[in-house]
């Protein structure tokens, strides 16, 4: 490791973009072949789709600056975090790692910028982050699920647009493959980064997040992430979520709910009204609020109004359904007991340290 030089290749780079071949991609792609700057050494595109549809041709067609740089490997559908480690073991022994999303625009001068990111960075920092933007609507109020996309620009670390040295990911095993969706395996990594004693520095380069196209259900899908939360909990202690400045959401609210529409339940099969009115008052009330909350924000239009309506009725058990499942799937998860060998491991405090049985081999 070490300073940039300009003729010790220290700062050449693979960009890897684990991808299911949306439409999305072309755009990516385009972008990064348009983008003023020195050129990535190797793209790595991950395709990560689930046979049968992987025996189909990979449907992008590389724009020809990149062409000759990009190679197709197979993640075999075991999703992200999975995608990425064959993805950056992939990319040969260059020095850094830039992990893109199949949805993001990089800036036009996005090239130029990351080699200066690149060239800053000193021999103990083994990631840079980057600067990303999530257009809104200008004519309207945005939309819950658009409110939600927007959480991304202020998402600490975040693998839309992430730069790792490649050390610092054969340090710590890369990412956790337990992380089957493209949730908290971005912040699970950072911590054990930052336990094996590097340091995470802010880049200067633009990447653009668009709003990709959802359904009204979107925000009872992504109630998944609560299994998520639970490993996270069980790797890295009840403090994790400070450390990885992490919204805490509305779980024992929605738990709350869920229990107070059960006991309404309970107590009217028992035949014991005045309890079961009490319950359920106390669900409506909740439910009204929860409702409010995501309404008022928004355009307010009968759409967005009635799938909030009907969205924030279903989100509360879905929640609580997904944090009992992590707690089932994830119940003999190990806490973390030590720190990986990192540069400066020694003199790590308050990070995350990396047992050996719950290392991801690279």
């Not at 990516?28 to 992987?54: F, I, N, S, W």
């Not at 992200?80 to 790692?97: D, F, S």
């Not at 359920?280 to 009204?288: E, H, I, N, Y």
């Not at 190990?334 to 690279?362: F, K, N, Q, W």
Request: aromatic share 6%; proline share 9%; with cysteine.
């Amino acid at each position: 490791m070490g300073g940039y030089d300009a003729d010790d290749g220290l700062s050449a780079y693979a960009v890897v973009i684990p991808t299911l071949g949306r439409p999305s991609l072309a755009a990516t792609l385009r972008a990064l072949a348009e983008a003023a700057g020195p050129k990535p050494d190797r793209v790595v595109l991950v395709d990560d789709r689930r046979h049968p549809q992987a025996a189909t041709p990979f449907p992008v067609e590389v724009p020809e600056p990149l062409r000759a740089l990009t190679t197709v490997v197979s993640g075999g559908g075991r999703g992200p975090a999975a995608a990425r480690n064959t993805g950056w073991r992939a990319a040969g022994e260059l020095p850094w790692i830039v992990f893109l999303d199949d949805d993001v625009v990089p800036g036009p001068t996005w090239c130029d910028d990351l080699a200066l990111d690149l060239a800053a960075a000193t021999s103990g920092e083994g990631a840079v982050t980057a600067r990303i933007d999530v257009p809104l609507p200008t004519d309207r109020r945005p939309t819950d699920w658009e409110r939600n996309t927007a959480g991304l620009a202020t998402a600490r670390w975040i693998t839309a647009d992430m730069a790792y040295r490649r050390a610092a990911l054969a340090d710590v095993g890369g990412f956790d493959e337990r992380f089957r969706r493209a949730f908290r395996e971005d912040a699970d990594l950072a911590l054990r980064v930052l336990g094996a004693g590097w340091t995470v520095a802010e880049g200067t380069r633009s990447t653009t997040h668009p709003v990709r196209p959802a359904s009204r259900w979107i925000s009872v899908r992504l109630q998944a992430g609560n299994a998520d939360d639970v490993l996270m909990t069980r790797l890295h202690g009840r403090d994790w979520w400070g450390r990885a400045e992490a919204p805490r959401g509305r779980l024992p609210r929605h738990a709350a709910l869920t229990a107070a529409a059960t006991g309404a339940l309970l107590c009217a099969a028992a035949r014991r009204p005045v309890a079961a009115a009490a319950c359920a008052a106390l669900w409506l009330a909740g439910t009204a609020e929860f409702a409010l909350a995501r309404i008022v924000p928004g355009p307010r239009d009968r759409g967005e109004v009635t799938a909030m309506a009907v969205t924030s009725v279903l989100i509360p058990p879905a929640a609580t359904w997904h944090w009992l499942r992590g707690r089932l799937l994830h119940r003999d998860a190990t806490p973390m007991t030590r720190y990986g060998p990192g540069p400066g491991a020694e003199a790590a405090s308050g990070g995350l340290p990396v047992p050996d049985e719950e290392r991801v081999r690279p």
